[in-house]
């Protein structure tokens, strides 16, 4: 079942947003990562972009695709906006490099018509 028009646009929201990280840490080492905040501040930001457009997808939606872990993405949002605890950069690290790329390829079969 295709997705409505707004789930439709957040998924694209999502795509574009877990993109822009593999291109942020494209070529990139941990070390660097760990020493440039701007770098870790824009990783944060498209993190918490993912998350919140995830947490207004439909729960319709996310039901249907169990596939991809919709609370841990929407859960690791909280985190990073609301700072429980110290945000921890080898978390943060380890989400752009491991988890978006899976991201990415499960939001792909999502959308056939993908362009980008």
């Known amino acids: 079942?295709?997705?409505d028009s707004r789930d439709t646009a957040?998924?694209?929201?999502i795509l574009t947003a877990a993109r822009e990280v593999e291109q942020f840490v494209r070529g990139c080492m941990f070390e660097e990562f760990e020493r440039n905040k701007i770098?870790?501040?824009?990783v944060e930001r498209q993190i918490l972009v993912i998350g919140e457009a995830s947490r207004k997808l439909s729960q319709t939606f996310?039901?249907?695709?169990?596939?991809i872990p919709w609370n841990a993405i929407i859960s690791q949002r909280n985190i990073i906006a609301h700072e429980y605890g110290e945000?921890?950069?080898?978390?943060i690290w380890n989400v752009a490099v491991?988890?978006?790329?899976?991201?990415v390829q499960k939001l792909q079969s999502l959308l056939p018509d993908d362009k980008m």
Do not use: F, G, V
């Open 62 to 67: 996310r039901d249907q695709h169990p596939e």
């Open 87 to 91: 945000i921890l950069t080898d978390r």
């Open 10 to 13: 957040l998924l694209w929201d």
């Open 98 to 103: 491991n988890r978006i790329p899976e991201l």
């Open 1 to 3: 079942m295709r997705p």
């Open 39 to 42: 770098l870790r501040y824009a």
